[in-house]
């Protein structure tokens, strides 16, 4: 178990600020977040590259917190590889257990590059490598160190669609094998098909920690909710008409929410899947049924993005068959059905 309290870093006038949180064994722990947040730095703090100013970090009972890197027990992979050109792969590999028996180098070798599949790399320079075998070396060599921890900064950022996709298996398959994985991105789809926890960062703080479920579906704020894809979120105040709460939002679109006080301000948020369109009003009593026209449907890999004016821009996600069945187009007057259950208020 990994434990960080209070860590606090000051990196040319940048703050980590407070950083708390656990990563238990055998997690796949995701620090999620845009460019500049402070993903890195903290990865770094983690491995023994850079010193906190002040607070611990605890790696299964062990105080690691001014330990020299060679001896946390960590292993970091850098987003550039940081292969040694000028040798093999079965020499890059052996450098990692510089000092151990020349038996046991070779047994470990063997082991590792059948267990990811670079036996037949063994010989090669990296320079002629591809970047998905490139990776897979990297990989390697940390693993065969056998760190407590695997941190890993942006590993997919700079690959096409099918590397990132053979990637991630391998990373799937490292992790079930009992490997405990910090994983630096940006990318929240990468985060969700990753990380069984996941920490959301933006200038140096952890904005919110929890399960994907918990973050995905519950953002505490509207950085997160933003920066996780979710696009229909508005300021809004909660009004009770005969006991029953209602969000207004600045542009006058009431919505049925669950729960609220009166005059509480805060944010509405609606996932696009949440929200069924039909051609005609659906009579139902426990959702907020909108007209609205179609201003712009845009193909995704989850389906369609179908925006429609109704008093806000809602967007709507639904599958292609949907959206031929109804004919949409621009233009297009459509009938939205929001359960008041799948509508969260947040407030400030």
């Known amino acids: 178990m990994l434990k960080l309290t209070g860590i606090n870093k000051d990196f040319k006038g940048f703050m980590l600020s407070d950083i708390s949180f656990t990563v238990e064994k055998g997690d796949y722990f995701i620090l999620l977040g845009p460019s500049g947040a402070g993903k890195s730095l903290l990865l770094e703090v983690i491995a023994g590259l850079a010193i906190s100013d002040s607070g611990s970090l605890e790696l299964n009972g062990r105080d690691i917190t001014h330990m020299p890197i060679q001896k946390r027990k960590v292993g970091l992979v850098f987003q550039d590889h940081a292969i040694f050109p000028h040798l093999k792969v079965k020499s890059n590999l052996a450098y990692a257990l510089h000092g151990q028996p020349r038996e046991s180098i ?3 070798i063997k082991a590792m590059s059948a267990n990811l599949g670079i036996g037949e790399l063994l010989e090669r320079y990296p320079s002629t490598l591809s970047g998905g075998e490139l990776q897979r070396v990297a990989l390697a060599r940390t693993l065969i160190q056998e760190p407590e921890i695997l941190l890993l900064d942006e590993p997919l950022a700079s690959m096409d669609t099918r590397l990132r996709s053979g990637t991630r298996s391998l990373l799937r398959q490292i992790h079930r094998g009992g490997q ?13 098909s990753l990380g069984n926890r996941i920490a959301v960062m933006d200038h140096g703080n952890i904005l919110q920690t929890g399960t994907p479920d918990e973050v995905f579906h519950s953002p505490r704020n509207g950085f997160v909710a933003h920066f996780i894809g979710i696009r229909n979120f508005f300021p809004a105040t909660i009004r009770l008409y005969d006991g029953i709460p209602w969000a207004e ?14 005059n509480e301000s805060g944010f509405v948020m609606i996932r696009g899947e949440d929200i069924v369109l039909s051609a005609s009003a659906l009579d139902s009593s426990a959702s907020n049924v909108l007209a609205g026209r179609v201003q712009e449907i845009t193909a995704t890999p989850l389906g369609c993005d179908v925006c429609i004016e109704c008093g806000e821009t809602i967007h709507a996600l639904i599958t292609r068959e949907s959206v031929e069945r109804m004919k949409l187009d621009e233009g297009s007057e459509i009938w939205l059905s929001i359960k008041a259950t799948a509508v969260k208020f947040i407030d400030e």
Do not use: F, M, P, W
Request: charged content about 25%; proline content about 0%; cysteine-free.
């Open 106 to 108: 070779h047994q470990k």
């Open 180 to 192: 405990t994985i910090i994983h630096v991105t940006h990318d929240y789809e990468e985060a969700l």
């Open 249 to 262: 939002t600045s542009r006058n679109l009431k919505i049925r929410v669950q729960q609220g006080q009166d």
